[in-house]
């Protein structure tokens, strides 16, 4: 926030509006759950009043919440997803995935997802490389990841990673605009609740 200077606070209450605007499409479409795929915080100098109304709003969610931490909120001691994981324990409804391993939803008992949550903020190595192969009771395959395609300067998913991992689906996080799928069709950021790119106009 510390970049759009004297429009900080205006700017916060838009990404809090946002947020909710999420929760109740969510509740009118009787969502199955929420991803949040990173970057919930943009850095380890939010608020703790500021965390603390973040934890309120999701707890409200009617549906459970998963987060996975990313490069700008990554896992680490003293950072703001410590903080509002500390603050969130009490609320059975949120959920912090802070292992690479295959996770089921109840009520989605026929798909697996595959989530790589980022702990150390730069990186140049895979998130997807753990991915095992696809077994018979996998049902549907989609991956969780927070980071650029390889296509992209400092990426480091492969391009064609629905492919690459046997996957039916992948979900992305990190590029806060709004992009074309992948080159396999099956890769989608699903962005972020902030300002797009300069030059688009929505």
Known sequence: LRSVGEAAESFKE?????????????????????????DMFDSDRISHDDIRRTVVLLSDSVCPVYIIPG???????????RTFATMAKRHANIHLILEEKPLRIEGLDDITFYPS????????????????DREEEDGTRIGLFH?????????????????KRDLDLVLLGDWHSTLKPGPDGLSHYCCSPEPLDFNESH
Do not use: C, M, Y
């Open 71 to 81: 490069n700008h909120d990554w896992w680490h001691p003293g950072g703001s997803l």
């Open 117 to 132: 949550p980022l702990h150390q903020r730069d990186s140049i190595s895979d998130p997807t490389s753990w991915v095992p």
């Open 14 to 38: 838009v990404r809090f509006k946002t947020i909710q605007k999420i929760l109740d499409l969510a509740d009118e479409r009787e969502a199955a759950a929420i991803f949040i795929l990173g």
């Open 147 to 163: 980071g650029g395609l390889d296509s992209t300067p400092g990426g480091t998913i492969p391009a064609r990673i629905a492919e």
